[in-house]
Nanobody
Framework: QVQLVESGGGTVQAGGSLRLSCTGS????????ASWFRQAPGKEREFVAG???????????YYADSVKGRFAISKDNTKTTVTLQMNSLKPEDTAIYYC???????????????????WGQGTQVTVSS
């Protein structure tokens, strides 16, 4: 059973940066897709960014339109970590951020929660104006 633990959340002023990390134990990240989701108070959990486990096309990172150009996701299979570099943060980025991992090797990056088998407990990101 894979366990995921997020870290790196905190409070930052608008325009600032944060780097979130998700560290896994109990299993491998090889060929598995990993993503970050976020959930703001009173809202549904939404897809933020994902990286494909198997890359056929040369482009393996995918982003929600709201964060494209500001956030960057990367996956280190050796260290079983997934990071999310967040730059130019806005107050509307305030949410609990969760990392997620598929159970099986895949080239797809699901945008919905049901596509993932493992979840972390979340880390709070607060962006003040």
């Amino acid at each position: 059973q894979v366990q995921l633990v997020e870290s790196g959340g905190g409070t930052v002023q608008a325009g600032g940066s944060l780097r979130l990390s998700c560290t896994g134990s109990g299993g491998t990240f090889y060929s598995k897709s990993a993503s970050w989701f976020r959930q703001a108070p009173g809202k549904e959990r939404e897809f933020v960014a994902g990286v494909a486990g198997i890359n056929f096309s040369g482009s393996s990172q995918y982003y929600a339109d709201s964060v494209k150009g500001r956030f960057a996701i990367s996956k280190d299979n050796t260290k079983t970590t997934v990071t999310l570099q967040m730059n130019s943060l806005k107050p509307e980025d305030t949410a609990i951020y969760y990392c997620a991992l598929t159970k099986s090797p895949t080239a797809s990056v699901p945008r919905g929660r049901s596509g993932y088998d493992y979840w972390g407990q979340g880390t709070q990101v607060t962006v003040s104006s």
